[in-house]
């Protein structure tokens, strides 16, 4: 257990840590400090322990190798080169998956892909004819166009009743998918411009 290695994305300061077991004092052991583990003792192996942030120090209740870790890590930060609006769209659609909310998930992930569209001018109403419309004029190619309707499917049906259910794989890969989708209209080019910007080309 001492030789454990768990990396999160701290709920406290937001950054990716490695957590180290947080020291114990036993009071009925001439006061040497010892690591603070609790053996639940219920035949499957069942250990809880204190993890310490290695940047801010503050502490998170583990269960094993992190099968559970409270309060809930922090989702991955999303890129800074994505616009506002859609950023938060994707950073509540993480949030929503790191709570296990595995439909919201899907339903915001499936917003971002709409914001994204209004962004890069749709003048269309629905998803479906705003990502025709996108990818008619070139604004994303034939791949992307397929990427963000595997969204916008499950998406539909995370929001309506009498659909399939939304596993945890299911939420994952749409929130992968999206976040492509983003990092290759929004991030791709910014960095493309940012080195051509340094080059002065």
């Known amino acids: 257990m001492t030789n454990i290695h768990i990396s999160i994305f701290c709920p406290f300061c937001q950054r990716h840590t490695s ?5 114990g004092r036993c009071q009925n052991s001439d006061n040497h400090s010892a690591l603070a583990i609790w053996d ?9 322990w204190i993890g ?3 940047y801010c120090k503050e502490p998170v209740l583990v269960c094993n190798n992190g099968d559970i870790v409270y309060p809930n890590p922090s989702p991955s930060p999303t890129d800074e080169r994505i616009p506002e609006p859609i950023k938060q769209d994707l950073n509540e ?22 914001t994204a569209c209004i962004d890069k001018g749709s003048k269309k109403d ?4 705003q990502l025709q419309e996108l990818a008619l004029n070139g604004t994303i190619t034939k791949d992307l166009n397929e990427w963000a309707n595997v969204v916008r499917w499950v998406g539909n049906d995370a ?11 299911d939420a994952e ?3 992968n998918l999206a976040e492509q ?4 209209i929004y991030v791709a080019p910014a960095i493309a411009k940012e080195q051509r910007n340094k080059r002065g080309k």
């Open 159 to 169: 929001a309506h009743p009498n659909k399939e259910n939304i596993s945890k794989e």
């Open 52 to 54: 310490i942030c290695n």
């Open 40 to 48: 639940v003792g219920d035949n499957l192996n069942t250990m809880w």
């Open 93 to 114: 659609a993480k949030i929503c998956f790191s709570i296990k909310a595995y439909r919201a998930c899907a339903v915001m992930a499936r917003r971002a892909m709409q």
């Open 126 to 129: 629905k998803l479906v004819d």
């Open 173 to 175: 890969d749409i929130l």
């Open 19 to 23: 957590l180290t077991i947080a020291p």
């Open 181 to 184: 989708f983003l990092h290759v």
